[in-house]
Every structure is written in C-alpha cells, then in structure tokens.
C-alpha cells in the first residue's frame, strides 16, 4: 500500500512538473533533483513561510545570505574536515558501498530480493567515509586550493556572528537564519528526494545566555511545530524523538528530532540541537579572532550558547506532497463513478491559487471577461488560465496539482445571475472549492478580497 502510495506521488510529480530528475536525458544523477514550473513555486512558497515566520513576524532573528565556498579553515574548525563522516562497508562481490547502519535494510544491488547482510557476500569491517565534496579554489588542483561545498549552512551564521551583532546592536537572545543549499555525498540516496546529495536548508543559529539554552530548546520545539501545522502538516502525524545522550554529538546537551510520517516510514524533517558554545569557541580559537559578546546588564564576557532548529527545504515539500496527496471516489456529471485525484495544499503553499475557465471558448465576451479576470488576479497571486475541454476536466486538472479555487465565467456573467441573492446581478462568477467541490455565486468585485483573506 505505502510503496503503491509513494510510487504513484513519485509519478503525478513528474507527470504534472513538480519534480523531474537531473540531468533524465542522460540518464539521471543519482541524489540530484530538479524542480519543474508547479515544484519551484511550492517549494518558494515554503521559503517564504519559513522566512516570513522567523525573520520578518519577529524582530529577534536577522537574516543571511552566506557563500557557499568557504575557506577551508571553517570545516577544520568545525570539525566537518576530521570527523563529517559516515561508518560505511563495502562489499568486495559487488562492489557496493552502504551505510554500516543501513546494511540489514538495504537490498543487494545484484540479489534486490535479498538484503546487503543476508545475500552472501564479502563484506568489510566498517570504515569512515567523508560525505563532503571537494573542489579546488582557483587554476591548481593541489592541497593548498582545496575546499568544499558547504555540506550545511549553519557555519555562515557562526563565522558571520560578530558582524551581524555589530551592524544589528540586537542584544541576547537573538538569531540568524538562512536558507541555502547544501551538499553532502550520502552513500545511499533514497526515498526520491528525501536523501539526495543537493539539498537546501532552512536554518536558524538562536545565540542565548547559557543559563537560558534549555528553556530556549523546549521553547524552540514547541513553535516549530506549531510552524509545521500552520503550513498544513497535522500535529498527529509528527513525531518527537529525543535523541539520548550517547546518540547526540559530545558538546549537545539536548536534541530534539522532529519526524514526519512518510509512506516509507517516520523520518527525520528538521533537527532542533542545543550546540552549547561549541561552533563559536571552534572558531573564536582557530581564527584568533574574538568571538564573545558582552552583556551591558551584568559587565560580563562570555561566549553566548546557540540552540538551532535545522529544516530540510527538500524534505518538507515531499511531506507537503504526501501530505496533501488523497484519492476519492467521486460521480462525474454522465453518473459515472471515478476517482478523483486531489493535492490538498494549505492555499498558503499551494502553487498555484486559482484556475480561471471561460465556460465557452467560442464566445469572444465571456473569453474577453475571463482573460481581464486572470489578468487582474494575477497581479496578486499565481493563476493558471484555461479555456479548453470539459469544465469537469479542468476542474480535474487543477484538483491534482492542488489549487484552492476554480473561478468559472458563463452565461450569466455577461446577462446576469439567475437565482440566489445575487439574481439579476451582472459580472458574478462560480467559485468552486478545490476540497469540498461546492460552488457559490460570487461578485467579480467580492472575489480578490475573499480570495486573499483564504490565502493567509
Ligand atoms: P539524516 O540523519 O537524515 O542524515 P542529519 O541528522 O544528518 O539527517 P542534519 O545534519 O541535522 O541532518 O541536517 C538538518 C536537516 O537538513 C535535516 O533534518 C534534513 O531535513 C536536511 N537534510 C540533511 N541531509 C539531507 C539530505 N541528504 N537530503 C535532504 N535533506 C537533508
């Protein structure tokens, strides 16, 4: 059932333009994914939400755009050079390469029916493998040009933190947040884009006096997901897994993961860690450079503690998709029973708003009336224009790629209404709703209002 559910989200992804694979004409890269017309807007629209939630609706988190590339001196500082890495087994028959804690749910690459462990072949002991890409800065490939794509954003934020306190003057507890891509070389990409080797991340490094850093841990969980209901995924279908002591890194006192339950399984969308003054200490001491903050209240110097919430862009717009992707039985207008695809999108995230028919294209006024309406709306929000085939099918069409509103211009539109409050009333349209499917009369001059207020 699950893996039917996944296929079929994986197909309607591809066949309507939310997600293609890179690079698919020659085949494909494996862990990269590109996005199509109806993917970019949903997944711009998440941005946005988060960015709206944690920069602009609040005024204790500022906002970065850091590079990428980065000095080399960062990852050595961090620790991601050393110990970024991932125990991983090779098996000397197929030459595969897993994840050591992956191998028993991994199936052979040669014997799919069996798994890595159970399929006979030779494997090693456990080794360490760095996840992070390598590219060289400049003309020479040698070690002195080396670095990497940045394998998360978060170090921007640390290595940027005197200069965002100086030129912002916030006081403790304050953040920066941003959102970016991120690059790692997981072993096994899986699970379409769940674990992919290009990803971007939406970040917050929350810097507070260290007697407050629990208080703000448990703070932080409670919001984010409160954030994750207001975009439309359910508080019962996320989980809180908090991670034991010996699972978190030594400098964390407190971690929380927060999963969502996929087809495939609960997994991890957004981690919320208590990293102490851990990053800045790293490099307050490898740069030299000071990187305390003083407290006017009590005169003192002290490396501030950081709690950050860690979200996966990627990961929630495929929770989104999940989420959102129903099956219904439904009876078309012939009476005829047959199944109803929708993408039940919160209208915040759907990617497109409204769909606007004509009912009619041969009549040039009501196709006239139509064009002007999308025209109008447009101005506003993402309409998708459409003047051909059966007005059920349209209604169809919007229905799977999740938008709210189905605006229909007819007859009465240019003679005025026939029935209902507004009879005998010029320039009304139905408006249909995507979920419920009921449709209302509606002004032209009542639709952007009513429209916007649903939009949020
Ligand atoms: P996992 O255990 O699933 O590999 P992680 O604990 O290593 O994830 P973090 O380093 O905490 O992940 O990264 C923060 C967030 O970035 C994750 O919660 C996830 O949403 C996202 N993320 C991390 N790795 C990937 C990936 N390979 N593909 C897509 N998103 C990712």
């Known amino acids: 059932m699950a893996e039917n559910r996944m296929e079929k989200i994986v197909a309607l992804c591809k066949r309507r333009g939310f997600i293609f694979q890179s690079s698919e004409i020659y085949g494909g890269l494996n862990g990269a994914w ?18 709206k939630a944690m920069t602009q609706w609040r005024d204790d988190i500022l906002g970065l755009d850091g590079s990428i590339l ?53 494997l090693t002991e456990a080794r360490q493998f760095n996840l992070m890409f390598k590219t060289y800065v400049g003309p020479v490939e040698d070690d002195r040009n080396l670095t990497y794509l940045r394998p998360e954003t978060a170090q921007a934020m640390f290595v940027q933190f005197k200069n965002v306190l100086e030129v912002s003057r916030k006081k403790l507890p304050f953040g920066i947040a941003q959102i970016g891509k991120a690059f790692r070389n997981e072993i096994n990409p899986r699970n379409f884009t769940f674990r992919s080797r290009e990803f971007e991340q939406m970040e917050v490094e929350f810097f507070v006096r260290p007697s407050e850093g629990k208080a703000w841990l448990e703070k932080w969980l409670t919001d984010r997901i409160a954030w994750y209901e207001s975009i439309g995924l359910p508080r019962k279908k996320i989980q809180v897994y908090d991670v034991p002591a010996k699972d978190r890194a030594f400098y964390s006192q407190g971690t929380y993961d927060l999963l969502y339950e996929f087809p495939f399984g609960a997994e991890e969308l957004e981690g ?12 307050q001491a490898a740069s030299g450079k000071p990187l305390e903050y003083f407290d006017e209240e009590t005169r003192e110097k002290f490396i501030p503690h950081v709690v950050e919430p860690s979200a996966g862009v990627d990961r929630t717009v495929l929770a989104l998709i999940c989420e959102a ?58 309409v998708f224009y459409d003047e051909a085939g059966a007005i059920g099918r349209r209604y ?44 209302e009369r509606l002004a032209i001059s009542d639709l952007l209002p009513r429209l916007t207020a649903a939009l949020g």
């Open 272 to 283: 919320i860690a208590y990293r102490t003054d851990y990053d800045l200490k790293q490099h």
């Open 70 to 122: 980065m000095n080399r001196a960062v990852w050595k500082a961090s620790g991601h050079e050393a110990t970024f890495s991932d125990p991983m087994i090779d098996c000397k028959t197929c030459q595969g390469r897993f994840r050591a804690d992956q191998v028993a749910s991994t199936p052979c690459p040669q014997k799919p029916s069996k798994m890595v462990t159970a399929c006979g072949g030779e």
């Open 325 to 382: 992707y129903t099956e219904e039985g439904v009876t078309d207008e012939k009476g005829n029973q047959e199944t109803r695809v929708v993408l039940r999108f919160h209208p915040r995230i759907a990617p497109v708003k409204a769909g606007i028919f004509p009912l009619l294209k041969n009549k040039p006024d009501l196709v006239e009336k139509a064009r002007a309406l999308a025209a109008d709306l447009r101005k506003h929000f993402p």
């Open 396 to 439: 169809r069409r919007q229905d799977e790629v999740g938008t709210p509103f189905g605006i229909t211009v007819d007859f009465e539109t240019l003679e005025g209404a026939k029935e209902g409050p507004l009879a005998g009333r010029k320039d009304t349209v139905t408006l249909r709703h995507r979920d419920s499917m009921q449709q």
């Open 34 to 51: 590109d996005y199509g017309p109806l993917g970019a807007e949903l997944k711009r629209n998440l941005k946005d939400a988060w960015w």
